[in-house]
């Protein structure tokens, strides 16, 4: 049950931090483009880098990285734990791996979003 706890904490954290960062892009910034997304995505793809990193040398507890990995970042941004995810498989030299899970996640998922999209408007 702490473990649910942590994720859903930290994902309640996540959800309030993503939304003010929307608050803050939604003034004075272009519409046009998605700068909010972007800013999200790119800062959680950092620190969720940095912190793993950081967390080999020393020691955070499991309920610590589920607060923060799944339920603050996870929840901030999903984006940074695909972007580790292609870096860990690669990494571990996968690289052919790492490619088809990139290519993969954005082409078969952009295009199920879009299919998803269309067939709603068939109801």
């Known amino acids: 049950m702490e473990k649910v706890l942590a994720v859903a904490i930290g994902g309640a954290a996540g959800a309030v931090l993503r939304y003010i ?21 790119l800062v ?21 990285r589920l607060f923060i990995f799944v339920g603050l970042l996870g929840s901030f941004t999903t984006f940074s734990t695909f972007a580790f995810e292609v870096f860990n498989i690669s990494r571990n030299g996968s690289v052919l791996q790492g490619l088809i899970y990139m290519i993969g996640t954005n082409i078969i998922g952009i295009s199920l979003a879009a299919g998803g999209y269309y067939l709603s408007k068939l109801i």
């Open 21 to 41: 960062t929307f608050l803050y892009f939604d003034k004075g910034h272009d519409h046009y483009f998605p700068w909010a997304t972007l800013f999200i995505n």
């Open 44 to 64: 959680g793809s950092f620190l969720i880098g940095f912190l793993w990193g950081l967390f080999d040398k020393i020691y955070v507890s499991p309920g610590i």
